[in-house]
């Protein structure tokens, strides 16, 4: 009898440790306001994104490969963009390359996401409502401004959905002007993996992310080229590279 409630005093104590961090994660998201637009990261938010997308992710058995990160900027801010495989990438991302501080253009149902919803919302992550052109392009001017009044760089997915057959598909090339107002550098990336993760969880394998740096482009040739000859040169180079991935 002594060793039955043993047993259960561990579980009880298993469980309340579990469920401790998301009903603090949980509590602090109270204290966002979901209809104020925040127009400056929070370190303590930061941190708490950051760590727990960290300690999730490893429980997943997630695991990464980078390549080309020396690519990055030496200095200052940029736009990062990046093909769109799952709704794991933004996670991923922002976890690997925390030092950068990315709050991520993201479809406006990802707000909504319970904790988390709160926590981006509050990292100046910011909603895109596709379907609506004067709100799509009043997401760019404020990502723009976050690049020249703030520290964060800005990442998002030109794609504007996720590729389901992992094939890049066509180009929004309009949020490259996020870069061309801001006068800052884009980043170019490929993600592969991503699309496994949750198939591997319930064969409870672990998952090898890669994500490649491509290209840094400089903000004068940014603010100098046509933005729909800056989209094509960034498609062909992100195509190539899932082509040569796949072969």
Not at 143 to 169: D, F, H, I, M, Q
Not at 208 to 236: F, H, M, N, P, Q
């Amino acid at each position: 009898m002594i060793s039955m409630k043993i047993v259960a005093i561990i579980l009880i104590s298993l469980v309340i440790l579990i469920l401790l961090p998301f009903l603090f994660l949980f509590i602090c998201g109270l204290f966002v306001d979901a209809k104020k637009q925040y127009d400056r990261d929070s370190r303590f938010f930061r941190g708490l994104l950051d760590g727990s997308t960290t300690v999730i992710l490893w429980c997943l058995g997630v695991r990464y490969n980078i390549v080309g990160e020396e690519k990055f900027p030496a200095e200052g801010n940029f736009l990062f963009i990046s093909n769109h495989r799952s709704n794991y990438d933004p996670i991923v991302q922002w976890t690997v390359f925390k030092r950068y501080k990315i709050s991520f253009i993201s479809k406006k149902e990802n707000f909504r996401i319970p904790m988390y919803g709160r926590l981006i919302h509050r990292c100046c992550f910011m909603p895109i409502d596709r379907k609506n052109p004067r709100k799509a392009m009043e997401t760019v001017n404020r990502a723009a401004r976050l690049l020249t009044e703030t520290g964060n760089s800005v990442g998002v997915y030109p794609e504007g959905k996720r590729s389901k057959e992992c094939r890049l598909l066509p180009f929004h090339s309009g949020v490259l002007k996020v870069a061309q107002k801001a006068c800052r550098p884009i980043v170019v990336s490929t993600i592969e993996g991503t699309e496994n993760i949750f198939r591997n969880i319930r064969r409870f394998r672990k998952t090898v992310v890669t994500i490649k740096i491509l290209e840094t482009i400089d903000a004068d040739r940014v603010k100098s080229t046509k933005t729909s000859e800056l989209s094509d040169y960034c498609a062909g180079m992100m195509k190539h590279e899932l082509e040569e991935q796949e072969t």
